[in-house]
């Protein structure tokens, strides 16, 4: 036995029943069951368990999201620069936003594992390890100049009224993450929508160029604009979109990295193909219905480019396949990933006051989900009394 | 050759220790038992006295509830001790053995000739009875009962399960009597089914009187549960009998002799086991005369039946169960792993491919111990229970009216049609960890006490 499992063997019988520290016995177990898997073994008739436990399926969704969060890391730092007009290396860029999205991300851990652990010990359960998911969720879908004291205020709203009323991990109804992002979108909107929040500086402005503008692009498409520039006047191409090299929050931009998460979590089998699957086809629909019906420059964007801007590919991959907050029937799942598609673009273009639509579309299907599956359950009790009925006679 | 059934979900798991075609014949065991907890929802009444002399097929206790329904001994000897678990409940009744194999007789005759009165009271005197099943629940036949059909599985998709091709060769006449047996408790049908997935054995295959349906796929296309939802769905009110092969056999011979002949063939198999082969025994047996000098030293858990629906047994003082044709042996999980859920883990099974092992080797058999692999959590992963229930079903909404005890709820979701066995690939894949097959045959026992009792 190691030296490390000695210690651990060591220190814990304080926490056991009947020991003094007992009444913290959940946060022992959260420490002890990271460092290793226990020993527990099954008891009933089923005699082997799949390896596969929530610690591992919420640290893939985590690795999932490497690709996108290495990218805002270094976009976040590309924009300042660019709107500085400094001429900055790769790894000066790879440091600023480095510098400014490390101390976001220890944030959100910090307040909400310390609000789950606090919870876990009140109700004498084991730690549940959704948060690890959240937690990195949650400054996915900030700007990168959002001030700390939001994140952390956001993180405890996400936490305690998104999910621990609910029951906690399991019981929630709404995207925690989401629900975090819609707090801070409503109860301080000049911090979290504009031209100058995406960019780090701006909303300071010393030093930025004359005239860098720090629009996204659905900001410029909401005032009907046909063509999208950057900050400096360039046009932006699709295939900016796809790389994500436009302003926009930390983990959302690159359409790119996203889908190598996407490709990660449907190889794993963590997240729901379906949905993904079934969001995207939704948006491009809506997109398409947008298009014959034009009216205006935002109804014409093609169908396509919807799907690579915003907050779109981001809410597909990652936060729209939350299993808990999502369907829970298969059938209902095409239902649900297509109609936030359908809906996101929607309330995109058609209200322009709210362009991520996304963001508002999940947490709506969010609703719904526990509707459509009470649809499906009850075509399924359908048949079988069917059934029943057929052999009566 | 009739349509062969398609079934699409499940899961064959890959384990090391499948057992050789060869027979060996067992040492005898010093003691027999037979274990009420093999049963369902059964309460024994001990017949004999201790120390009182048996034959085999002297009744050893009978059904509380069911006063008809007997066990009996199968071997010779005295009664030896009455061994009680849990609140004084009584698990083994063990039979010491004399090695003289003296019998009661018993109602000999082609069924075709005799009332389905005399085939029902015969079954009930040789302790023949209890082999026949009832769905829903899985508890013991109920001998007033008239079932819409009989359903025969004469295939096991459970891993390491024996083959039973093999297993009944060159007996078809005793499976045929038995057949014939069957028949006569049924107005409906007697399902046979075979595994579509071989040209089908010459005997199975010949034996007449009979639906012979034939399904292909994984796990657990083998079991009963998924054959019956398929051919002849159970809905509320309506009975499903079942029968194991080898107690089709036994039922035959009881016809065939006017003897109970209690000998079976059980598969010794598993990681642990040296050299996993057929073991000819008898019914009841202890294990540990199966087990001398043919497993691995260390901390092992055997158990009697698969590792999917077994029960633990001690390696030194249990007993083979009453209607187990497996017996394995796979090593105890009882370690702790540093960083267990944060490395590749090449060597791990899991449905998900979240570990190296899915990029490697796809096909490796692995060698399966008992750890939990994580800590038990509120449900959040879905559509994996669906991936490996080929039902019509849907499992977790079933679960959690179990959990609420809404019994018109279990009763719309379809519990008469399940059983453990149907759920345990839930239990295995899920990621919370739930104690799936626990929850629903607490369920069951609800619903039944509900409907009968």
């Known amino acids: 036995m190691s030296a490390l499992r000695r210690f651990v063997d060591k220190i814990k019988p304080p926490f056991e029943k009947g020991g003094k520290l007992h009444m913290f016995l959940s946060t022992f177990e959260a420490f002890e069951t990271f460092l290793f898997v226990p020993d527990k073994v099954t008891t009933g008739r089923v005699h082997i368990r799949d390896a596969n436990d929530m610690k591992r399926t919420m640290i893939i969704v985590v690795v999932a999201m490497v690709p996108a969060l290495l990218f805002g890391i270094w976009n976040t730092g590309f924009h300042h620069f660019q709107a500085m007009g400094i001429d900055a290396g790769f790894w000066q860029m790879v440091w600023f936003g480095f510098l400014k999205i490390f101390p976001i991300i220890v944030v959100s851990y910090v307040v909400g594992l310390g609000i789950e652990f606090a919870f876990a010990q009140m109700r004498g359960h084991e730690v549940n390890e959704g948060f690890l998911v959240s937690g990195m969720l949650i400054p996915l879908v900030m700007p990168a100049d959002v001030p700390l004291w939001m994140v952390a205020v956001a993180t405890v709203f996400a936490v305690v009224i998104g999910k621990e009323v609910f029951g906690g991990t399991g019981m929630n109804i709404l995207n925690p993450a989401l629900t975090a992002r819609a707090f801070l979108f409503f109860a301080y909107p000049s911090q979290m929508s504009g031209d100058k929040v995406w960019i780090p500086g701006l909303v300071d402005g010393t030093g930025v160029i004359d005239g860098y503008s720090g629009s996204t692009i659905l900001g410029q498409a909401a005032q009907n604009t046909s063509t999208f520039v950057n900050g400096l006047g360039e046009t932006y191409t699709a295939w900016d979109m796809f790389l994500g090299t436009i302003p926009g929050s930390i983990g959302e931009t690159s359409t790119i990295a996203i889908l190598l998460g996407a490709l990660f979590l449907i190889f794993t089998g963590i997240a729901s193909w379906k949905i993904i699957f079934s969001v995207f086809a939704g948006g491009a629909v809506m997109g398409l219905l947008l298009n014959l019906f034009a009216v205006n420059e935002f109804m014409a964007i093609p169908s396509w480019h919807h799907l690579l801007l915003g907050g779109f590919a981001f809410g597909a991959v990652f936060m729209a396949t939350d299993p808990v907050s999502a369907s829970q029937t298969e059938r209902g799942k095409w239902i649900y990933g297509f109609l936030i598609g359908f809906l996101a673009i929607l309330i995109r273009v058609l209200n322009p006051a709210y362009p991520e639509g996304v963001m508002l579309a999940i947490l709506l299907m969010n609703v719904f989900a526990p509707l459509i599956d009470h649809y499906v359950v009850e075509a399924n009790i359908r048949r079988r009394l069917k059934r029943a009925k057929v052999t009566a006679n | ?453």
């Open chain 2, 1 to 453: 050759m009739a349509d062969v059934i398609k079934i699409k979900k499940g899961l064959d798991i890959k384990m090391n220790g499948q057992a050789e075609k060869i027979y060996v014949k067992s040492p005898r065991s010093k003691t027999y038992a037979i274990k009420p907890v093999d049963w369902h929802g059964l309460t024994p009444k001990i017949i004999p006295k201790l120390c009182d002399p048996v034959k085999v097929g002297t009744p050893i206790f009978y059904d509380k509830y069911h006063p008809e329904i007997m066990f009996t001994s199968p071997v010779s000897g005295i009664l030896l001790s009455i061994n009680r678990g849990d609140r004084r409940r009584i698990v083994e009744v063990v039979i010491e053995d004399d090695g003289k194999d003296t019998r009661e007789t018993f109602l000999q005759g082609d069924p075709a000739d005799l009332s389905r009165e005399q085939i029902v009271e015969n079954l009930l005197e040789s302790g023949l009875w209890p082999m026949i099943r009832r769905r829903p629940y899985t508890v013991i036949a109920r001998p007033g009962d008239q079932p819409k059909s009989i359903f025969i599985s004469a295939f096991d998709t459970a891993p390491l399960a024996p083959d039973y091709d093999f297993l009944l060769k060159d007996i078809d006449e005793d499976f045929q009597w038995g057949v014939n047996v069957l028949k006569r408790l049924t107005e409906g049908k007697v399902h046979l089914n075979l595994d579509g997935r071989y040209p089908s054995v010459r005997t199975l295959s010949s034996i007449k009187g009979v639906e012979i349906n034939r399904f292909k796929g994984p796990h657990p296309a083998g079991n009963v549960g998924i054959q019956i939802h398929n051919l002849d769905p159970i809905n509320k009110g309506e009975v499903v009998w079942t029968v194991q092969p080898q107690d089709v056999l036994a039922i035959g011979r009881l016809f065939k002799t006017g003897q109970y002949d209690p000998s079976v063939v059980v598969a010794l198999t598993g990681s642990r086991v040296e050299k996993p082969i057929y073991l000819k025994t008898i019914r009841g047996t202890s294990v540990a005369p199966l087990l001398e000098n043919r497993i691995m030293e260390g901390e092992n858990r055997v158990i009697s039946g698969n590792v999917l629906n077994g029960r633990q047994i001690d390696a030194a003082e249990g007993y083979v169960g009453f209607s187990d044709s497996q017996v394995t042996v796979i090593p105890e999980g009882n370690y702790f792993e540093l960083f267990g859920w944060m490395l590749p883990g090449f060597k791990k099974f899991s449905t998900s491919r979240s570990f190296a092992s899915a990029l490697l080797m796809p096909n490796r058999h692995f060698d399966m111990d008992t750890n939990y692999h994580g800590g038990e959590r509120a449900f959040v992963m879905t559509g994996e229970y669906e991936k490996v229930l080929p039902m019509d079903i849907y499992p977790m909404h079933l679960l959690k009216a179990i959990m609420v005890n809404d019994i018109d709820k279990m009763e719309q979701l379809g519990i008469y049609e399940v059983d453990e066995e149907d759920l345990a690939l839930c239990e295995v894949v899920c990621t919370s960890k739930i104690p799936v097959t626990k929850i629903l045959r607490d369920g069951l026992r609800s619903l039944r006490k509900e409907m009968e009792e």
